[in-house]
């Protein structure tokens, strides 16, 4: 096996801890199946190793140690006034697994998790009960991966081909798979499912390689965009964050031009663009680690606990890249 930087790579996990109650899922043995050699580790709560006091996200970032769960109730959550709702009056978010393969230098885990081992939730019908009942009640929009990516641990477990396989029986759910990952041929044994909507995030490759460690170039992201919708899925673009670098505009310019150039315009669900967003408290608790990043350093502007660029510098990113974005695509699908 050869390491790409177009392709997801996984790491051999050293060690696996597992709650007792998770050992009779089947979801548990199959990603035990992919780490033969790991050493494993029985706990009472996943709690009691994620949780713990006085650990080091950033350092456990090289190394993180996967922890397999059983999720307790609640498994829906309201969506983020900071997060696009798309038009959606019941938007809703989950989480079948607590942080990320990838190590974004401005991702938000980092001050949201005391851990950057990998939490990941065994008991998924749990979820599917829970989403049922509230479709009794009302239509849902469900975004899968907000505190992680979905698509990229589709190897080591199926949750994304499960959610799927779920929705797709579902007439009232909507779902959103939000990903950076070339995965798609994991999923792409799939039929399309109206329910279901897959979305990139889409970056400059200067981006990329400054600021979004372990993931796949724009390229390959592209190849699996377009490859996807080939096959009949609806997909959606998100150039977000947009950041404020060296160059935006022209970074941003080329990104969108190579984007079009590759996927058929028309056939885009929608599109969003946001600029680089984070609560006031994460923010405080990433910088005392990351003292070295001008990006995360910059000097934002508060709104009601939010930190973000100032109001001029956030208008003209975002003016840029609708602009760019709307010569391609009319402005009722586009979402800032």
Known sequence: MQKSKDSFFTNDFSHIYIEKEAWKYPLTQTILQRFPHANR?????????FNRSKQNFFLQ???PKLILAVK???FLYRGAEVCHDFGNTYFYYTSSALNCLYNCE?????????SANIVLF???DDYFTEVSHTLQKHPVYL????????????RIAPYVSKWIDYAREQEDLLLEVRSKSANYTAIQHLEPASQVILAWTLSPDAVIQQFEAGTPNLTARLKSLRQAIDDGWKVRICFDPVLHIENWQEHYRECIERTFSVVPAEKIQDISIGVFRIPRDYLKKIRK???DSALLHYPFESHDGVFSYPHEIAKQLIDHVYQHVNTYVPKEKIYI
């Open 72 to 74: 307790k109730a609640p």
């Open 289 to 291: 680690h990351r003292t």
């Open 106 to 114: 401005y991702c938000f885990l980092q001050g949201m998790f005391p």
């Open 61 to 63: 970032k090289h190394a």
């Open 143 to 154: 975004a899968i991966s907000y505190e992680t990516d979905l698509l990229a641990f589709e």
């Open 122 to 124: 065994v008991n998924i």
């Open 41 to 49: 580790i029985e706990i009472d709560r996943y709690q009691d190793v």
